[in-house]
């Protein structure tokens, strides 16, 4: 008789362990170890023959599948353009900030032209209705399914085009020992999931919860199976929401979606100019608004400075939406080269709307944001800039200049100030706005302000 082992998985990081310890030699964490028992394997006689075969590349054929709308535009963005079929997703956030909603949504909506499954292993059948009376869903092929076994989920998926799973740390397997949500049973939960995606052709949806520092509960090896994830973001107390891809197989992994969280379900927001940029720009020092292309299509964006006199020995530096080191870099050219004063001052730095500025294109509006703060002097409503600032205090060229001083003639803006090795691919479109370009950050503060004292 084969005999069974057992080993000892971090439910954080997924590290093994042969014995239990209290703090995971992985993740550093206490407690997180959990005892798992293996599966004895079975003898085999001989090799089995394999039963496909290598393939030329030339001899494959192309194949074009039509992407199904989710009924939500915003979220088709996200996906690329619509859900691919066969493919599966992941949708992960935090609890109760609509993951569940919005698959309901959708899954109303390709119910119209589909067989949709929604298994339910969290709610009754009882409060999955409610939440399709509130959300007005009727379809007659939407069925429920109130299980958390996935053998018996696989069973009835197979007369299913589309299947939902909410949510994947609540399924297991009967086969696997350990709990639901443990490392081991989300990791053979979402392979199985996976098969059942490429070899039944079906679509499939996973929703995932996340852990307390922000990333998808279970192994890392999760977001590798899926062939998509998104993150929902936003605070609780905050009716709009940010769809996040972090990885697609089929599209861009930038694309960012707002969302509003209402009464009867969630709505796209399609207008980004009252999201991340506020109706008093310009009315105060410290606000400029930058280009950020996000995905395939750009996005305006305010950046806000705040100055304020330390009243320790240690000035603070604070960003929301901006790296931290970046800011800290760009403080050191703004005092080195732009002769700005920075080292007994306490500085604030917002990205409006919660989003997330990770691109280099943005250094010239941090910096001009900074300038505008610490000069006392506001920077015109019109005026938006982009580029990439190196520590010589030059500014660099950035990919897509001339999607984004599109964006910024079709917003309404006077004046972009820009890298000057970018001017040559947008200079046509000077006589539609005033394109301002320069090659040191000492220049774009003189032409973002042209009236501050140099106090």
Not at 75 to 90: A, C, F, N, Q, R
Not at 364 to 386: D, G, M, Q, R
Not at 402 to 409: D, H, L
Request: glycine residues 8%.
């Amino acid at each position: 008789m084969a005999k069974i082992s057992s080993k000892f998985v971090c439910q954080e990081c997924g590290t093994v362990s042969p014995q239990w310890l209290g703090k995971c030699p992985g993740c550093g964490k206490f407690g997180t170890l959990v005892e798992e028992t293996d599966a004895p394997e079975e003898v085999v006689g001989s090799i089995a023959v394999p039963t496909s075969k290598p393939t030329a590349l030339k001899d494959i054929e192309n194949v074009k599948y039509a992407r199904i709308s989710t009924g939500i535009k915003e979220l088709d963005t996200v996906l690329g353009g619509g859900v691919v079929p066969y493919s599966i997703v992941l949708i992960g956030g935090d609890p109760g900030i609509g993951k569940s909603t919005i698959l309901t949504q959708v899954s109303g909506e390709i119910a119209k032209t589909q067989r949709v499954l929604y298994v339910s292993a969290e709610e009754s059948l009882s409060h999955v209705k409610l939440r399709c009376e509130r959300l007005s869903i009727t379809a007659e092929n939407l069925m429920v399914l109130n299980e958390c076994r996935l053998e018996h989920i696989e069973k009835v998926a197979e007369d299913y085009d589309f299947i939902v799973i909410d949510s994947i740390q609540a399924i297991y397997l009967s086969s696997l020992s350990g709990s639901a949500g443990s490392v081991g049973q989300v990791k053979e939960c979402a392979s199985r999931l996976m098969r059942l995606a490429k070899s039944k052709h079906k679509t499939v949806f996973v929703i995932g919860h996340v852990t307390k520092d922000g990333g998808l509960a279970g192994p890392k090896v999760l977001e590798h199976i899926v062939d998509t994830v998104l993150y929902f973001e936003g605070e609780p107390q905050d009716s709009l929401k940010l769809l996040r891809a972090v990885k697609n197989r089929f599209g861009s992994a930038q694309e960012v979606g707002v969302f509003e969280m209402t009464d009867v379900g969630i709505k796209e927001v399609s207008d980004f100019s009252g999201v991340f940029m506020s109706e008093n720009r310009g009315a105060q020092a410290g606000s400029v608004v930058t280009q950020s292309v996000s995905g395939n299509r750009v996005v305006p964006v305010e950046v806000q400075s705040l100055i304020s006199k330390t009243v320790f020995g240690m000035p603070r530096r604070m960003p929301i939406g901006v790296d931290y080191n970046r800011m800290v870099l760009i403080l050191a050219v703004l005092e080195r080269r732009a002769y700005l004063p920075f080292f007994n001052q306490d500085v604030y730095v917002n990205a409006m709307g919660g989003i997330k500025l990770t691109e280099p294109s943005s250094d010239l509006a941090v910096c001009l944001s900074l300038a505008s703060a610490v000069k006392n002097t506001p920077i015109e409503k019109t005026t938006t800039a982009f580029g990439e600032v190196g520590l010589t205090g030059e500014v660099r060229a950035v990919s897509f200049a001339e999607k984004r001083v599109q964006n910024a003639i079709k917003l309404g803006f006077k004046k972009v100030i820009i890298p000057k090795r970018n001017y040559e691919n947008v200079k046509k479109y000077a006589d539609k706005i005033t394109i301002v370009p320069v090659s040191f950050v000492s220049q774009a503060i003189k032409e973002g302000l042209p009236n501050a004292t140099n106090e």
